[in-house]
């Protein structure tokens, strides 16, 4: 089941159960894996010198997991074989929990960090997610750039970093 | 004709509301449902330049026609991760 691996959720995120997934998913394929590759976005203390006390994030949530599933395929075409599993928590906070979980999982290491790396990217450009920082004194919404799906040089600028 | 407006994140907070319905006319396109959103919520005039914008849940273009009962979400630059 995708809803396993590419989701948006309201509780603290697991890695385990993410990458537990991806084995299951390998091994029913009969090939297993030798590489799982995590990343886990967590919530930091300080943003341009402003002290943060908690973060809210708001997602756009069916259309966030059509994100998580474009990435998929994007990844499945430049790096055969592998599996993603991508999951972004929403609502408040605290400093330290992990926002952003993602796994990925090839046949061999390398790739597995490459395709992490571009995974992270993909869904800074692209997936419709917003935090919302509130400080000692005030609040504001992030906003990086507008999200288009269909963007190549985008796309090419996340897969250049991915491969650096 | 009627469809139904999503706004997200700041649009959602300068509007006020997340969800509003909004009559607009038969081959209207998406950019003309925001120009309607617009003109009732003055002050998300500044965003015109730097929104996404999806279609019954999925990526749009403002060109986008839409249609009786349409779902019409407008985006504001996004960051997750």
Redesign the interface.
């Known amino acids: 089941m995708a809803a396993d691996r590419l989701a948006v959720v309201d509780a603290a995120l697991s890695l385990e159960r993410l990458a537990t997934a991806l084995e299951r998913l390998a091994r029913d394929r009969g090939e297993g894996c030798g590489a799982l590759c995590s990343f886990v976005?967590t919530v930091r203390a300080v943003h341009q010198e402003r002290r943060v006390r908690h973060l809210e994030?708001?997602?756009?949530a069916?259309?966030?997991v059509?994100v998580f599933a474009q990435i998929e395929a994007e990844i499945g075409r430049h790096w055969p074989g592998a599996l993603v599993a991508i999951h972004?928590r929403v609502g408040r906070l605290e400093i330290g929990e992990a926002?952003?979980a993602i796994v990925v999982a090839t046949p061999h290491r390398a790739e597995a960090f490459q395709a992490c790396r571009y995974a992270?990217e993909r869904?800074?450009?692209?997936?419709?997610?917003?935090?919302?920082e509130f400080y000692e004194d005030g609040d504001v919404?992030?906003?990086?750039?507008?999200?288009?799906?269909?963007d190549e040089t985008a796309r090419q600028a996340a897969l250049e970093r991915a491969c650096a | 004709m009627r469809v139904k407006v999503q706004l997200f994140a700041r649009l959602r907070e300068l509007a006020g509301r997340g969800e509003c319905d909004c009559d607009v006319p038969a081959g209207s396109s998406v950019a003309d449902v925001w120009r309607a959103v617009a003109d009732r919520h003055a002050s998300l005039k500044p965003f015109a330049g730097a929104i996404s914008c999806a279609l019954n849940a999925d990526f749009a273009r403002m060109t986008s026609p839409v249609h009786e009962g349409d779902e019409v979400a407008f985006l504001p630059p996004v960051s997750g991760g």
């Open positions: 976005g994030y708001e997602a756009f069916p259309l966030a059509k972004h926002s952003v992270i869904v800074k450009q692209v997936a419709p997610i917003w935090k919302h919404w992030i906003e990086g750039a507008p999200a288009d799906p269909d």
